[in-house]
């Protein structure tokens, strides 16, 4: 019966039958052929709605699937399907071209979220230009980029601290925290992740005030740029570094700093100069191996 027919007698026509194979993936692209060209169909307004979805996805980040910290640990994601079988396992002496083959079975897919944490014992966080670069390669081998303005370090840099009985530590240098960083402001969030891993937290200060800053507002702003980001940061142990005292005002500056910001011990350093570097490197052993 057409479907002229169909109108004629009543009835309705017919539905047309439902597609059988679905794709695996809503996002895989369609290839199209002409000839021997081949191109890829791209829809620049489900373009746009993918881009809104994904910055969607980097704003509200979902639940927390698993969390790998050991050595070797392993999890699987997504299950793949099984395969299927080409025609050549189906071909015997007297059918040596099949024409079917056996379809493989989708496996399971979903938007995740992997985010890469740098383990390490000790984090160096400070704001830009505190002399962080310049304090990891006093104690360790590593060769960060060192300038006199903010923002040298744009990606965390990792050095291994040597003592004489062949004890390590692995530090690892922050690039400088501005306020907001707890809102991703200046890459705050790429920054903030790697500390989570760490054991202690060493909070510099530049107690010279080169870039017009107050130390102790510095060390405020620091305290509370990690409670925002994640309160359990605020209960590490952490000690108080005083760097640039080769500075004639960072000695009138640590004065000031110890009146206003009472029950704080503070270890002046100058790192350029290697002053009271053997401390540090003591202390921080005797805080990483406090903390287990």
């Known amino acids: 019966m057409d479907a002229t027919a169909a109108a004629e007698s009543g009835d309705q026509p017919a539905e047309a039958p439902e597609k059988m194979l679905l794709s695996s993936s809503a996002t895989r692209p369609v290839i199209r052929h002409s000839g021997r060209a081949r191109a890829m169909e791209i829809d620049l307004e489900a373009e746009d709605d993918a881009q809104r979805a994904a910055r969607r996805r980097d704003v509200e980040k979902g639940e927390l699937i698993t969390d790998l910290t050991q050595h070797g640990q392993q999890f699987v994601l997504c299950k793949g399907g099984r395969g299927g079988l080409g025609n050549r396992n189906f071909a015997t002496a007297t059918r040596q ?13 979903g938007d995740f979220l992997l985010e890469l944490r740098i383990i390490a014992e000790v984090g160096l966080v400070g704001y830009p230009n505190a002399g962080k670069s310049t304090l990891l390669s006093a104690i360790s081998k590593a060769r960060p ?4 303005y903010p923002f040298t370090t744009l990606h965390p840099q990792i050095g291994i601290l040597e003592y004489a009985d062949f004890h390590r530590l692995t530090v690892c240098d922050v690039p400088g925290l501005i306020e907001g960083a707890h809102k991703n402001v200046g890459l705050g969030h790429s920054f903030l992740r790697h500390i989570q891993r760490c054991k202690i937290l060493v909070l510099l200060l530049d107690m010279a005030g080169t870039d017009a800053r107050e130390p102790w507002e510095d060390y405020k702003q620091l305290l509370n740029e990690l409670g925002l980001y994640d309160q359990t940061l605020l209960e590490r142990p952490r000690l108080i570094v005083a760097n640039k005292m080769d500075e004639p005002v960072a ?18 350093i100058a790192a350029a100069f290697d002053e009271g570097i053997e401390k540090f490197r003591k202390t ?3 805080m990483v191996e406090a903390a287990g």
């Not at 980029?145 to 006199?148: E, H, L």
Request: net charge positive.
């Open 284 to 286: 921080i052993r005797e």
């Open 97 to 109: 071209a099949p024409r079917f083959a056996q379809p493989g079975e989708a496996g399971t897919e």
């Open 251 to 268: 000695e009138e500056n640590l004065k000031k700093f110890k009146r206003k910001i009472r029950k704080v011990p503070v270890l002046p």
């Open 145 to 148: 980029k060192i300038a006199p």
